[in-house]
């Protein structure tokens, strides 16, 4: 039931909210993304629980960003959360953090900047025969493709995020107590 009520919220809260940026916050997303979307998003599979856990790194052009993921259990329900922390490529700082629900075969979070901004990431899985892209070199995880879709909270659909393949750096992370500050 908390389950419900949360993820209740959380799409409220995304589709009414105002994501709003700041000059110092420059690293939580890449600037743009011209890119055509090659991702089938139809061809989605299951959320793979069990892998997804650890950190994982994303690259486009000059952006490198970390996301550390640990799943969580609810207390009531015995439902899956996840917790989602953004860590700079560059400064290793906590940039941003949020707890993601599944929603169909993807993972759906708000994550709140350490300066206050709101941005809306998406997790999806693909089966690597249905992928127009194989992982990448050096992935850990290879039982599919995972990709990370970063947009405001007006966004409507993947289409209108910017949409990062994620590569599996390690399956062990241990987060640390360092957090964002909220305003």
Excluded at 58 to 87: H, M, N
Excluded at 109 to 126: D, E, H, V
Excluded at 173 to 179: G, V, Y
Aim: hydrophobic share 35%; charged share 20%; glycine share 10%.
């Amino acid at each position: 039931m908390l389950r419900h009520i949360l993820l209740a919220a959380l799409l409220i809260f995304s589709s009414v909210g105002y994501a709003h940026t700041s000059d110092d916050e420059g690293g939580i997303m890449p600037s743009g993304d011209n890119r055509p979307i090659p991702w089938p998003w139809s061809a989605a599979q299951p959320f793979p629980w069990d892998d997804i856990q650890g950190l994982w790194r994303v690259e486009q052009d000059d952006y490198v960003s970390y996301f550390a993921f640990k799943v969580v259990k609810e207390k009531t329900g015995g439902g899956r959360q996840l917790f989602v922390r953004q860590i700079d490529g560059e400064t290793r700082r906590v940039l941003a953090e949020g707890v993601g629900f599944e929603t169909g075969k993807v993972i759906l979070a708000q994550m709140t900047s350490c300066g206050g901004t709101t941005y809306r990431l998406t997790l999806t899985s693909f089966d690597l025969e249905k992928s127009p892209q194989p992982p990448g070199l050096g992935n850990l995880y290879k039982n599919s493709v995972m990709v990370l879709s970063l947009g405001s909270l007006e966004a409507r659909s993947t289409s209108e995020m910017i949409n990062l393949q994620l590569f599996k750096v390690s399956s062990r992370f241990r987060f640390s107590q360092e957090t964002c500050v909220s305003h």
